[in-house]
């Protein structure tokens, strides 16, 4: 039974972890989209924590089984990289390393709906979406258009607990509030900043951050909520200061780096 | 017979597609190079259109036919991403979506200008390149050495007009006054800045927006000029507070957002 | 016998070099990983240079035979721009063009390890990475992690006098001080800010400066030592004004256009 509503997760553990990160400099391998590589290797940077993209099946399998994360995002998938994702994502389950999938736009495309299909298979630490590819990927809905989504997170949530009674992790739905759960604890993650969905990758970013959160945190659960709290907080700075979406993305960098408290984040139940 | 020099666009009409692209929120798909996408993105972001960037054979037919409107832009093809741009084309002909064709480098590279004239059988609504390119690829000239351009868009006026009557659709030649044509109507489009040619990526963004606005806009002469306009007074509001061509690009963005009143851009006959 | 220590770089064509660049526009043309090509574009702009991102096998070998200067970077190569670097490191060793080998990650991954080793059968006029990589490629070391280096440059002083005995041209070896040779002269850059190791691309961008500048210099190892006092001094007016890791890049930029006199840079034997 599930015990919906119940906050699982030390508030003081979230900045334990935040702080954990420069030192143990958690090497995050990330098979990600095009679009998105730069913002989120500066993101990693920006927590301390070391990124490295290599997409070549070639290189994937063997480098999944070294990094301390994986991060598989589906964004520009080709036959190519789904290749040394699907590489990765069993290389990372074998040797037990903590692994995050990003279901980018999942449900209105076939070829990437049944790589995510498949890649459930290796069970990953983490599934971060929005509320369409989540329902998409639980099978509850038909999918979004492309990355925007225009369901709440919240409306995910059963196909979030059904999909997490699947992998056997955590499945973290954004939206306006994010929604976190792994099936019998379920955390929500209020603030943020509307211009995080004005900059392209801010959510793909958030995806390659929870995976250098899970390598530090005991708990699956704890560092998706802790990367979600930051990633929200930094935004609320930056927000702040910022001019227009363009000024933001720099600024959210410069926050991502300086907060080292997460003690202020809108976690509740 | 051509009557270049007559001012074929409504001003008013301009302001109009500027300010029905937040609501219209059309869905861009871009097969475009990947040096410029994440810029690209974030230009369709900040206008109030919503980027996809798709460019997998398996996925690009299907992706494009239910798009608001397509960009195809040449600038890092290969043979797959060249397979995805064919699907793409064909798919947004068959199903009545402008799209718009980026023929970067044409001319100097057989396997993109080749690739490029093939193109041209599905008729973009609209050509947007510079002076050498579209020279290049109206078999007027022999092409640039790259993106960059020697020659001025006006040199390019013949070709352009040739080449709209090739595809009975638009040609927009950027340069420090950019031209554009429909074959029979010419419009000029001056401003900007010349710290749009020391950012990599801002003339493949000016493709994606001229796509989003044709989406938007009942005719492609009118989306293309409002797309260049909007561009050019973003620049000019960006370089008034930019202290060089790096801080020039957030600033843009940020214009792009900001600005919702195209009149008082310089379109002449 | 090796005469280390020997300073063989005359300060006064660091500046000379630096201002002829805008002139000169050299066509650098780009084989480089997709997480960094647009700030690798971004700088080149900055400094005056024109660059050309072709990594498709089909135009690799012919670009290349007509840019300024070729940078190779196998950050995320893949069999397809593997093909395309052999291509054009042979094209550019045909023709006498001067080409940058950036052996990223070098050591740790088979794939690009051995690639690497077969370019330098093309003899690169520079190698440029940190310590892990060029003792790695030496064959001195097993290679880091990723392109973090725990070593610091002089550490691989040696692998660097050895590799450049072996491919004839320069090696750059970049770290808290960087550490340039042409095995017989040996010159470290100081100065610079740690914010650029939290710049994804920052490194790699100061490879195709490297390219840059030995198109414009008469000899390497001036055009080797000139780009990498330009990214420290830009680094240095950056880092003064910068708030962060996020602003820092595109000051970092605007530091490069600006920067016209490099007789500050911290040049010694």
New interface residues.
């Given amino acids: 039974m599930l015990a919906k509503g119940r906050h699982g997760v030390d508030a003081a553990a979230l900045t334990t972890a935040r702080q954990a990160l420069p030192g143990a400099a958690p ?1 995050v391998h990330c098979l990600t ?7 989120t ?2 993101a990693l ?2 927590v301390g924590a ?7 099946p ?2 994937a399998e ?2 999944a089984a ?1 990094a301390s994360a994986v991060l598989v995002n589906v ?6 990289t789904a290749e040394a994702m699907r590489l990765a994502a069993r290389s990372a389950a074998a040797a037990g390393t903590p692994w995050v999938l990003d279901p980018v ?1 999942v449900g ?5 709906t049944e790589l995510a299909d498949e890649l459930l298979g290796s069970r990953p630490a983490v599934v971060r979406g929005n509320a369409s590819e989540v329902m998409a990927l639980a099978g509850a809905g038909a999918g979004g ?4 989504s225009t369901a709440a997170a919240d409306d995910a949530l059963d196909a979030a607990v059904a999909l997490a009674g699947r992998t056997g992790g955590v499945v973290a739905v954004s939206g306006a509030v994010d929604v976190v759960t792994d099936g019998s604890r379920t955390v929500r993650v209020g603030g943020g900043s509307p211009l995080l969905t ?4 801010a959510g793909c970013a958030l995806g390659a951050l929870v995976a250098a959160y899970v390598a530090v945190a005991g708990d699956p659960l704890t560092g998706a909520v802790a990367a979600h709290a930051h990633v929200a907080l930094a935004a609320e700075a930056a927000a702040a200061v910022a ?5 933001f ?10 907060l080292t408290d997460l003690s202020a984040a809108q976690v509740t139940a």
């Fill in positions: 090497l989209n095009t679009v998105v590589q730069t913002l290797a500066n940077l920006a070391a990124p490295a993209m290599v997409d070549e070639a290189e063997g480098f070294v964004g520009t998938v080709n036959r190519r736009a209105g495309l076939a070829f990437r258009r492309g990355v925007d004005r900059t392209t990758g001019a227009g979406p363009g000024t993305a720099p600024l959210w960098l410069d926050a991502l780096d300086a």
